[in-house]
């Protein structure tokens, strides 16, 4: 069996092309700067301590918070994940209610479990044929906060995985005539103020809390992020408390180093190094979205779209996600960001080289070739949705901290109906299609076993297998 190191190794020394996070795509170009052990340190006299930032690390968010234009800006070591628990737990009180995109990570779904909330959630749209999810509308958020006035606060990503953009303008707009904060999970969209090729950021759009992963699209080691405060709305002391606690005690200055590295990058090659990714993700694009067969998809009935989300699908020729997926990185050496039973999602970023681009879209174009002649499948999806809206019948909390003696695993097949213990998550993108305290439904049930049936694994279950589910013994 190979060590992590030899595996690491040999992808390394290999040709194959990464058209997935991080952003700096392994180029050397970005990533030249050397991060050896000699400078894995602890904090030692003159280095600062991020939880008490002081000197050289209150200098480096400084010049973070001065870039994008934020009140206060602060470093993550724990990845989006760590961001998103803080900004929850310091906007919303424990057992509080707290309005939320039905299609957010993972991560936020772990912040209500810990804080105990009530979610009252938003559904995207659905595309019909591609299963994407839509935007969530400013009026449904207008709507539920009529509605409920115990909301303490709204959440929304944007961009989703799939590079759909909220009118977040708008929301927070909503947000703020009834005095709530609004935290927008900008993960994936890290790069959007750097050219007018993207959307608008969240940062520049009236949002309150606004969480980037800067190791997803942009040059910086995995596991990089920030956390950027956009207004008086909200408690920095509370805030930078429960940084601590979700954030580990020992910050890895290698990690810290890299984001220091990626906001200098930013200052001083930033706008010429976006102007020759526009250029030539803008050539791509249209070179791509030539093909017949492998349609170049770009979300439709949404406010806007991140173009650098290169979204395919032979669907209509009868060739699923994964079958495309596989023949990108066997034949091609192209390793896609995420495959779904309907598309491929590669991911480009301003690390991307003029030959990778090329490599994409001379490998695309073969497979579309191969699909001349086939019979269209206009209804290979009729009935799938992108989003199932199971009843959900008691807090996620109650259901997660249930006794053993209190759960059961039964068959897949035998859960309708029942109360779910555990998540069941399509992972990538860590969207749930099923939360704990949620009835099991067939529509539920025939979605796991039409993702299962395509190849694709689901996460959160104690089953790996997913021929079982924990629910309430009732």
Not at 132 to 161: C, F, K, M
Request: charged content about 25%.
């Amino acid at each position: 069996m190979k060590t992590l190191y030899e595996a690491l190794y040999e992808l390394s020394v290999s040709d194959i092309y990464p058209f997935h996070m991080p952003g700096h795509k392994r180029n050397s170009r970005f990533v030249s700067w050397k991060l050896p052990f000699e400078r894995d340190i602890t904090e030692i006299d003159g280095f600062d301590n991020l939880h008490h930032a002081e000197g050289i690390l209150r200098d480096c968010q400084d010049r973070l918070s001065a870039l994008f234009g934020t009140r206060k800006s602060y470093y993550c070591v724990n990845g989006s994940t760590g961001a998103i628990l803080a900004a929850v737990s310091a906007c919303v009180r424990k057992n509080g209610r707290i309005l939320m995109a039905r299609n957010c990570h993972r991560s936020v779904y772990h912040a209500v479990y810990l804080r105990d909330l009530e979610p009252l959630y938003l559904f995207p749209e659905a595309d019909p044929v591609y299963v994407l999810n839509g935007d969530i509308r400013p009026e449904q958020v207008e709507n539920a906060l009529r509605e409920h006035a115990d909301i303490q606060a709204v959440l929304l990503t944007s961009p989703t995985y799939d590079g759909v953009v909220s009118d977040v303008r708008r929301i927070a707009g909503a947000a703020h005539r009834y005095g709530i904060p609004l935290i927008v999970d900008e993960a994936h969209g890290a790069h959007f103020r750097f050219s007018d090729c993207f959307p608008d950021s969240a940062v520049d759009l009236g949002a309150d809390l606004v969480i980037q992963s800067f190791h997803k699209t942009l040059p910086a080691l995995t596991q990089t992020a920030v956390l950027h405060v956009c207004s008086e709305r909200i408690c920095l002391p509370v805030l930078e408390r429960f940084l601590s606690v979700f954030q580990t005690s020992s910050p890895s200055y290698i990690l810290m180093e890299s984001l220091d590295r990626c906001v200098r990058f930013l200052e001083e090659e930033g706008e010429d190094a976006f102007h020759v990714f526009g250029t030539k993700l803008e050539k791509a694009r249209e070179r791509l979205g030539q093909y017949r067969n492998i349609r170049l998809i770009t979300p439709e009935n949404c406010f806007a779209a991140d173009p650098s989300r290169l979204i395919f699908s032979g669907i209509s020729r009868g060739l699923g996600g994964q079958k495309l997926a596989d023949s990108l990185r066997t034949e091609f050496l192209i390793e896609p960001e995420m495959q779904t039973p309907e598309y491929v999602l590669a991911l480009s970023g301003v690390g991307d080289s003029e030959e990778g681009f090329e490599r994409l879209c001379r490998a695309v174009g073969i497979i579309d070739q191969r699909l001349e002649g086939c019979v269209p499948v206009s209804s290979f999806l009729k009935g799938k949705e992108a989003v199932c809206i199971p009843e959900n019948c008691i807090r996620i909390s109650e259901a997660m901290d249930a006794m053993a003696e209190d759960q059961e695993a039964v068959p897949l097949e035998e859960s309708e109906g029942r109360i779910c213990t555990e998540f069941v998550f399509l992972y990538p993108p860590g969207v749930p299609l099923l939360v704990p305290g949620e009835r099991v439904s067939g529509e539920i049930i025939s979605r796991m076993k039409y993702c299962m049936q395509k190849g694709f694994e689901l996460h959160g279950m104690r089953d790996f297998s997913g021929n079982s589910l924990c629910v309430l013994d009732e």
